[in-house]
């Protein structure tokens, strides 16, 4: 399996393990899961994200884990206005359903609740089960309006998730996963798809993003002129980055991801990246779209 395969990692919480999705050809989510896992497991993926997950469902992705886990597996911490010990108990209780005894990373899942009033305790908590032994590391996610460099630089992450794809090169083109990188900071590009953004089609695209449709056009215009497709050229562009030391994805089937797998073992595609970024606001941040 090629390299740039083992840069990939899982999303779980798009695995319908909460009810949220539905298995194919009548598959419950658990066999489902096990299959995706297995896939992974053999093309040697290497993260594990099962942030987004709670209870049930992590205790069924626990059930049906590949043992000896073959992944670095990343937990979500818990809301910081909880409290550490909160966030402590809820850390160890994800661990005990997923029944392991440490994980890969914990990551606080947006910096606003480090800049909070509990932001500091949140942090040393942290920082004391990282000594600990329970996590390996410790990190942030952050959007690309959440100043990272300037996050990298204040809390030092071992780890910061950051949104870059085919679309969206904000953060690629100002330098800003560069110069994060450089600290020593492992990043991880999540978002590549930009929530599916790029397979959409145009009778499809949400209504607020109708200002973006043409450019959207243009860019699945040149892909289809340079011989591939959107998902070999998300991957291909989202693996070939040197900034990012892991691509998150997402799939519910295993079908997804053998497709996957097989579209980041191939050539990245000869494009021209640099021509397929929008700079559309609204439709480069999911959280302004209109369901």
Do not use: C
């Not at 937990?75 to 909880?82: E, F, H, K, M, W």
């Not at 492992?186 to 145009?202: A, Q, T, W, Y």
């Not at 695209?205 to 959107?230: F, H, T, W």
């Amino acid at each position: 399996m090629s390299i740039s395969v083992s840069k990939l990692g899982l999303a779980a919480a798009q695995f319908g393990l909460d009810g949220s999705g539905s298995a194919p050809r009548g598959r419950s989510p658990e066999a489902e899961t096990r299959e995706i896992l297995n896939i992974a497991a053999r093309a040697r993926l290497s993260v594990l994200d099962a942030s987004g997950l709670f209870g049930r469902a992590e205790t069924t992705l626990g059930e049906v884990l590949p043992r000896p886990t073959p992944f670095r597996i990343t937990l979500a911490a818990g809301r910081a206005d909880r409290g550490p010990d909160y966030v402590e108990a809820e850390a160890r209780a994800t661990l005990r359903r997923l029944g392991v005894e440490r994980a890969d990373a914990i990551i606080v899942h947006s910096p606003s609740e480090l800049f909070g009033a509990h932001g500091p305790a949140l942090w040393d908590r942290l920082q004391r089960l990282k000594d600990q032994g329970v996590f390996a590391k410790v990190g942030v996610a952050a959007h690309a309006s959440d100043d990272p460099v300037g996050v990298a630089k204040r809390f030092k992450p071992d780890i910061l998730q950051a949104p870059a794809s085919l679309l969206d090169q904000r953060l690629l083109a100002d330098g800003s996963l560069q110069r994060i990188a450089g600290m020593g900071v492992e990043v991880h590009l999540r978002s590549i798809f930009l929530n599916g953004l790029l397979f959409l089609p145009p009778d499809r695209v949400p209504a607020q993003l109708k200002g973006a449709s043409g450019r959207l056009s243009r860019v699945r215009r040149m892909i289809a002129e340079g011989r591939s497709d959107p998902l070999q050229a998300a991957l291909g562009f989202a693996l070939s980055r040197p900034e990012g030391s892991a691509v998150l994805v997402g799939v519910n089937s295993a079908a997804e991801l053998s497709a996957v797998v097989a579209a980041a073992s191939s050539p990245p595609p000869d494009l021209d990246w640099d021509e397929m970024a929008i700079d559309d606001p609204v439709a480069l941040d999911p959280r302004r779209w209109v369901a």
